[in-house]
């Protein structure tokens, strides 16, 4: 399949990658690849870049596209994107091609070619695989890129797969990169207004102890992922933060390793509640998210019950 997705992207046309909206830097990284290595390359953002991601942007001359309207191409190519209630628009998926590591998504079966392997723990990953399969190797920047994308998705290879550990190996030996190069390529430190959201959403918590565990839920107005973090450091097992922005709302999710270890998947949980409420979800067993129309305390409430019946059940 990546053979195939290789010679697509060599064809003449131009190529639109599209990211899912506030992309990470794996989502970034995995773009900027491909644009380096592919004709006529263009990186849109409908939905924008995270604060880590824009500044892996500025460090690198990485150019995207926030009004991909602008863009002109024969082909789309959607990247880290786990399913298609993820992208900023709407958008006509006969003619394009998906690249994926989250669980597999029915959603994405009107795409001309969709390639998700759920044993990578990015994209970054993949993408390079890609790479290899067209017979490119990455140059210094992109072999960059790949690993803080690499880094970022796996907690700084807390994470991380045998797997990623030899594909980051790899990388590190095509141009003899040092690992202190990939760790600051992004490095900032925690600006006010996140310590803050991370303060008030440790304010307006609420949790439940399942056995030995607890399952945590909270809600906010931005740095949702972050917040998650930070009621893990405070002692959730899994935690549920949500927000709010007119009809649509957003959910992010987190849990600790021990309890992906016990057969907890929040990708595989939020997608199974996307579903059921006709909304969007999906990503990894320790960290996913779901967007969508509806009422986010109800949401809310519905994961923290579908976490806590997992939990019984374990």
């Known amino acids: ?11 003449g046309g131009g190529t639109l990658v599209l990211l899912h909206g506030n992309a990470d830097p794996d989502a970034l990284a995995s773009g900027f690849a491909v644009q380096r290595s592919f004709p006529d390359v263009y990186i849109g953002t409908p939905g924008g870049l995270d604060r880590v991601s824009k500044l892996l942007a500025k460090n690198l001359g990485i ?9 002109h191409s024969a082909r789309l190519l959607i990247l880290d994107t786990s399913g298609p209630e993820q992208l900023n628009g709407t958008f006509d ?13 029915p959603r994405w079966a009107g795409a001309k070619m969709y390639h998700c392997d759920d044993t990578k723990a990015s994209c970054s990953e993949i993408v390079f695989d890609l790479l290899k399969a067209a017979g490119k190797k990455p140059a210094r920047e992109v072999s960059l890129a790949l690993m803080f994308g690499m880094l970022t998705d796996t907690g700084y290879f807390k994470f991380a797969r045998a797997n990623s550990l030899v594909t980051f190996s790899e990388l590190m030996a095509i141009h003899g990169i040092q690992m202190d190069e990939a760790m600051n390529l992004a490095e900032t430190e925690t600006d ?32 949702e992922a972050s917040v998650c973090k930070a009621l893990l450091g405070l002692g959730a097992d899994i935690a549920f933060v949500g927000s709010q922005r007119g009809e649509e709302f957003r959910v992010s999710a987190r849990a600790t390793q021990a309890i992906v270890r016990k057969g907890i998947h929040l990708g595989k949980m939020l997608g199974g509640i996307g579903a059921e409420t006709t909304n969007g979800g999906g990503g990894h067993p320790g960290a996913a998210g779901l967007t969508g129309i509806g009422d986010v305390e109800a949401i809310l409430n519905i994961a923290a019950e579908s976490a806590m019946k997992q939990l019984r059940d374990l």
Do not use: C, P
């Open 1 to 11: 399949m990546l053979l195939d997705i290789a010679a697509e992207l060599a064809k």
């Open 63 to 71: 150019e995207t596209f926030d009004d991909v309207a602008k863009v």
């Open 93 to 105: 998926l006969t003619n394009a091609i998906v690249i994926d590591h989250h669980a597999q998504n």
């Open 192 to 223: 006010i207004s996140e310590r803050i959201s991370q303060l008030k959403g440790a304010q307006r918590l609420k949790y439940w102890k399942v056995g030995e565990h607890i399952v945590a839920v909270s809600q906010g107005s931005a740095f």
